[in-house]
């Protein structure tokens, strides 16, 4: 199984700044990798596929990057209505599937 | 307008059987495979399985084989998720998903989608006694 790791745990931002989230592979996923956003109460929707490809609807603030065992996932400047829980899923292996922990992105 | 609309919520006790369900509407049900996640409550997404309602293929991630069923009827665009004896760490929210697309041409099929998009608005699930 590969193991999916989200860090920072908890990122703390201020309205108009720059958020930056990573996700690591424990072997190599390619680009298939897929981040969603979720918020409280809400299902998980999704953002970004093939690493870098945004979702439809999805606003160009929203960006994706890496490949292989390393990704970002970045918002470039941070609107109310973004600060959520982030998860990156990888489909390598789309019969076994895993997600990262998630990285909540909270107010500062 | 694609949409996947989950049962309501369920309060059962230990040992009891459930069985909740998924309608997908705006696309072509048995086009695309329908993927199962569970969510325990303030934790992350785990995925469970998925079903090709086309021909019932079900695949099941090892953490949740024998313990759970997937299920879907093509008939009314439905899929389930079905428990025969619950158990308190059953306790979770629950969301379907559609997933991977397969499409023939030429005489040959292919997949195409691996990721979950749209999902269900989720079904909680409450075991206790």
């Known amino acids: 199984e590969i193991v999916m790791t989200q860090s920072p745990a908890t990122l703390s931002v201020s309205p108009g700044e720059r958020a930056t989230l990573s996700c690591r592979a424990s072997?190599?996923?390619?680009?298939?990798l897929a981040w969603y956003q979720q918020k409280p109460g809400q299902a998980p929707r999704l953002l970004i596929y093939g690493a870098s490809t945004r979702a439809t609807g999805i606003p160009a603030r929203f960006s994706g990057s890496g490949s292989g065992t390393e990704f970002t996932l970045t918002i470039s400047s941070l609107q109310s209505e973004d600060f959520a829980v982030y998860y990156c899923q990888q489909y390598n292996n789309w019969l076994s599937l895993t997600f990262g922990g998630g990285t909540k992105v909270e107010i500062k | 307008e694609v949409q996947l609309v989950q049962s309501g919520a369920e309060v059962k006790k230990p040992g009891e059987s459930l069985k909740i369900s998924c309608k997908g509407s705006?696309?072509?049900?048995?086009?695309?495979?329908i993927g199962w996640v569970r969510q325990m409550p303030g934790k992350g997404l785990e995925w469970m399985g998925i079903?090709?309602?086309?021909?019932?293929?079900?695949r099941y991630s090892p953490s949740f084989q024998g313990q759970v069923t997937i299920s879907a009827d093509k008939s009314i665009s439905t899929a389930y998720l079905q428990w025969s004896s619950l158990k308190a760490s059953d306790t979770a929210m629950y969301y379907c998903?559609?997933?991977?697309?397969?499409?023939?041409?030429?005489?040959?099929?292919?997949?195409?989608?691996?990721?979950?998009?749209?999902w269900g608005q989720g079904t909680l699930v409450t075991v206790s006694s």
């Open positions: 705006g696309y072509s049900f048995t086009s695309y495979w």
């Open positions: 072997q190599s996923v390619s680009s298939n």
């Open positions: 079903i090709y309602p086309g021909d019932s293929d079900t």
């Open positions: 998903a559609r997933h991977v697309q397969r499409y023939c041409s030429g005489g040959s099929c292919y997949l195409a989608g691996y990721w979950f998009d749209p």
